[in-house]
């Protein structure tokens, strides 16, 4: 089948094995207690999914299959020269749930190649929009009409036996893969670079051809590329992208289908979105009070007007973390070696001294803290990739590795269709009455 399609198997008939023995002898057992106020906000700190690719610490950050992100920096191979870990590395790992080795990692960037032909009614599909239609929409739009392809779709209309579902849907994730940053180039170039469009190089890795093709050459944009893609892969299971691919995939939605659904829920200013709202905060900011260089102090004057009018801080806070993002501090790290006196950089650095302070002395915020959006459109803006409309693409391409690896799990382990109970508020007040004994 593949080297790394037979090792999934087997990790995932071993993983079957196991689940099957621990729901036997604690299947009973109660996990978490469910408060009235979590199903009325948001079902915020409630357990009720298993995510095998990453899980996320409110104190360390994200961790992929118990690796940390400075651990994946040190471990992950390279690109040659390179100091950045390539993304095909860490779905190597998200997959099979061990690190891979240059070899293993220059086998799946050879497969995404081979993979990565995308059919030119795709291309048509997109052309068929009007030039000021946000990306994200251009992009779901072009995934959709790539469902045409899925292999899940043709093999259960024919009927296939529920335990090989896993199959066609690994090779729906590796096509999908091997062919959003194609998607997403051409979606650029047709939008903001008068339609030129720049022809895929067969001899670059995953994320380095991605920058290629949007037109950036340079080495050092190229690492940026993999580090971002790294990073921005995974969150655990219950952010809206990653929760939502896995929810509509529990219908047996293909995974084009799943992927494009989760892309839409990225889209929204509370999640992906995020990314993008920060670069055009900075922007304003930098506008009314007439500098690209400002103060700690004007910054911090800034920040206090636009908490009094009302609206948040953008790319500050996290439902989880309650620390500063390990994503964050990479991008960080990644600035100081590459662009350390760039004002933009600079000025997200002051944000980071000047906002935690001040939000802590408002007394209800549990995290001050930026996450991996109040850092990444400084990075890209360094390099002339001002099109911030567009930074959440970057982003779904990103998600694509964490959610497709979850989801060929989800197929292997057999989960089933996703059905949570819902209740009224007339049922709760019965309830509370003791009247009603819906959730004992």
């Not at 040659?80 to 086998?107: C, I, K, Q, R, T």
């Not at 219908?251 to 055009?280: C, R, T």
Request: aromatic share 10%; with cysteine.
């Amino acid at each position: 089948m593949g080297i790394i399609k037979d090792r999934f198997k087997a990790k995932a008939d071993a993983a079957n094995a196991e689940i099957k023995d621990l729901l036997k002898e604690h299947g009973t057992k109660k996990i978490g207690e469910v408060t009235l106020a979590q199903i009325y906000q948001g079902m915020r700190g409630i357990t009720g999914l298993v995510t095998e690719t990453s899980l996320l610490d409110a104190q360390e950050g994200i961790r992929f299959r118990g690796y940390s992100i400075p651990d994946l920096q040190k471990k992950l191979p390279k690109a040659h020269g390179g100091d950045e870990p390539l993304p095909e590395g860490l779905f190597h790992l998200m997959l099979v749930g061990e690190l891979p080795n240059e070899e293993e990692v220059n086998h799946i960037t050879n497969v995404w190649q081979r993979r990565s032909h995308v059919p030119n009614h795709v291309f048509a599909t997109i052309d068929s929009l009007p030039l000021n239609t946000h990306p994200m929409t251009m992009f779901v739009v072009g995934v959709m009409a790539l469902q045409t392809e899925s292999n899940f779709a043709k093999e259960y209309a024919k009927g296939i036996n529920k335990k090989d579902y896993w199959n066609p849907v690994y090779d729906d994730a590796m096509d999908l893969i091997a062919r959003l940053p194609r998607i997403a180039a051409y979606i650029y170039r047709r939008k903001y670079k008068n339609n030129e469009h720049i022809q895929p190089n067969g001899l670059l890795d995953w994320a380095g051809n991605f920058a290629h093709m949007m037109g950036y050459q340079d080495e050092s944009f190229k690492e940026l590329m993999r580090l971002y893609m790294t990073i921005h892969a995974d969150h655990e299971g219950g952010n809206v992208s990653a929760h939502t691919t896995h929810l509509v995939g529990s219908a047996l939605s293909d995974p084009f289908l799943s992927y494009a659904a989760g892309m839409n829920g990225l889209a929204g200013p509370l999640h992906g979105l995020a990314n993008q709202e920060v670069i055009k905060w900075i922007f304003e900011m930098q506008e009314q009070l007439g500098t690209d260089d400002p103060s700690k102090e004007q910054i911090a004057d800034y920040v206090q007007k636009t908490i009094s009018s009302g609206k948040v801080v953008p790319g500050y806070g996290h439902a989880v973390l309650r620390k500063t993002d390990p994503r964050f501090t990479a991008q960080m790290e990644f600035g100081k070696k590459h662009m350390a006196d760039d004002k933009l950089v600079n000025t997200v650095w002051k944000i980071y001294d000047t906002v935690p302070p001040i939000l802590q002395s408002l007394g209800k915020i549990k995290n001050p803290w930026p996450n991996v959006d109040a850092h990444s459109g400084a990075l890209l803006v360094h390099y002339g990739f001002v099109e911030y409309e567009f930074y959440t693409v970057l982003f779904a391409v990103s998600r694509a590795l964490g959610v497709m690896a979850s989801l060929c799990w989800d197929r292997a382990l057999g989960f089933p269709l996703e059905r949570p109970k819902s209740v009224t508020t007339a049922s709760v007040k019965l309830w509370l009455e003791g009247k009603d004994e819906i959730w004992e």
